[in-house]
């Protein structure tokens, strides 16, 4: 087992590893940006560094930075959260050959399923259905316009390094699928480097469903049960909540079973999920792999009792999987709502700046994830999500009920909150029937100007 572990991230993620390094008498370095200097995390790490100014590219972001800061701290893995560094394969090479752990996959599956078209080749070849689609990346607007009228409109465009909607593009029609090829293209030359992009036919109406896995360096694999995040805005998940409120027993099984089959083709070690659409005739289709620990893996932690954060570093010691799959249990029902400072009045447009009062709600059933505190400052440099707020219940009608009663005792006071908008939602019928689909945010609140 590791002795010293440097967290690459910040905010509530870089709380809830230092936890779980704690109760593994694990020690811990946190690093922070001159913008996170009076971040609450920092208090709970044994050793803290500073790696830089606010921008990220010079502080979370910096490679060679994280690395000197990994040196001096004499730290033997390093955990990268989510976000930042945590899917970026040269990060994840530069520790190999630095001999520092990286608590997550190899260098060679984040490189591997990190290309969108890559793991879509791999899906097939596992026999895991995928969304009828072009045959890897498309060369040019001839075989882009080919391969639509094959498949039927509308069409998804989307960048082969992209992934969680970044590059996506949607064509009804031949005229919309050359301009929106191009667009793709250009977005994801400079958003990563790489302008490849691949069609799939639009699935509407559909659900997300992910599934999450764990992995040892054996090759044993089990999974976790699935995620349900069909309610997101702009790509950005609001909600979400396991097990899911609309997949049978029988779907979820065959959903389990692709995931693994997606584990083993991939040589995927240590935690991952693999992300599926699901239609409204429950067919099931593989979307992509992320290759990290994600903002609601605390989800899966509520319903099955894993900690999946001290797995991860287990995992990475080189300990084999000592949970069984018959083991597994997701008990009752678990929501989580995403706590963002956004002003849901303008746009959802960030709101940072100073907290003068943070009461979280607490009770039966009631987790709270956050870094922040009365009297702190959120940066404007970063990400907007505070906090995470969850619910387990026995049935999805009490955690409904429970994540209500929570959000309306939340106190936040300064900046503008999503807590209106996500008791709003809590409060829906199409949300509390369980019927809804990733169109319901988009169909219920926004105005038909900004459709
Ligand atoms: C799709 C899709 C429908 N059809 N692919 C969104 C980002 C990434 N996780 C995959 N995503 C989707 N891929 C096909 N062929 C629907 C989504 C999707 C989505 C799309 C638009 C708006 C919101 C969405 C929420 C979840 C999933």
């Not at 390094?161 to 977005?187: C, D, F, V, Y």
Request: charged share 25%.
């Amino acid at each position: 087992m590791f002795r010293r572990i440097l967290i690459a991230n910040r905010g509530e993620i870089a709380q809830r590893v230092i936890r779980a390094c704690q109760e593994l008498d694990i020690e811990t370095v946190a690093v922070y940006s001159e913008a996170d200097a009076d971040a609450l995390y920092l208090r709970q790490a044994d050793e803290t560094i500073c790696i830089g100014k606010a921008a990220s590219a010079q502080s979370y972001l910096d490679i060679p930075s994280i690395i000197s800061a990994a040196e001096i701290a004499d730290v033997e893995a390093i955990h990268p959260g989510y976000g930042f560094l945590a899917e970026n394969a040269h990060f994840a090479e530069v520790c190999q050959s630095c001999q520092i752990g990286f608590i997550g996959p190899s260098p060679e599956t984040i490189a591997s399923v990190g290309n969108k078209a890559k793991a879509r080749d791999m899906a097939i070849a596992a026999k895991v259905p995928v969304v009828p689609g072009s045959d890897g990346p498309v060369k040019d607007e001839e075989e882009a316009v080919r391969v639509a009228q094959e498949i039927g409109y509308p069409i998804l465009i989307k960048a082969s390094s992209g992934g969680g909607g970044r590059g996506m593009r949607l064509a009804s029609n031949a005229p919309s699928l050359k301009a929106g090829l191009r667009a793709a293209q250009t977005e994801a030359k400079i958003a990563f480097g790489d302008d490849t992009v691949y069609l799939e036919k639009f699935v509407g109406r559909s659900r997300h469903i992910e599934i999450q896995i764990l992995a040892d360096k054996e090759g044993h694999a089990i999974y976790l049960g699935e995620r349900d995040c069909s309610i997101q805005r702009r790509h950005q998940k609001l909600i979400e909540e396991s097990p899911s409120p609309s997949i049978s027993n029988k779907l979820r099984d065959k959903m389990c079973a692709a995931a693994l089959r997606m584990v083993k083709i991939s040589d995927y070690y240590n935690a991952g999920t693999v992300e599926f659409l699901v239609d409204h005739e429950d067919n099931f289709f593989f979307i992509e792999v992320n290759a990290r620990v994600q903002v609601e893996h605390t989800v899966t932690e509520m319903a099955t009792g894993i900690d999946i954060i001290q797995q991860q570093i287990r995992l990475a010691s080189g300990e084999p999987l000592k949970i069984r799959q018959k083991d597994v249990q997701v008990r009752g029902h678990t929501i989580e709502c995403r706590i963002n400072a956004e002003d849901p009045t303008k746009d959802f447009q960030p709101s940072p700046g100073l907290i003068e009062t943070f009461i979280p709600p607490g009770g039966f059933g009631v987790r709270v994830d956050s870094h922040c505190y009365s009297g702190y400052t959120i940066p404007a440099h970063y990400d907007s999500m505070i906090g995470k707020l969850l619910v387990h219940r026995n049935t999805r009608e009490e955690a409904i009920a429970t994540m209500l009663r929570a959000l309306k005792e939340f106190v936040i006071k300064g900046p503008k909150t999503t807590i209106p908008f996500l008791i709003d939602i809590l409060g829906h019928a199409d949300f509390r029937s369980g019927t809804h689909d990733t169109s319901f945010v988009e169909r219920h609140y926004t105005q038909p100007s900004k459709r």
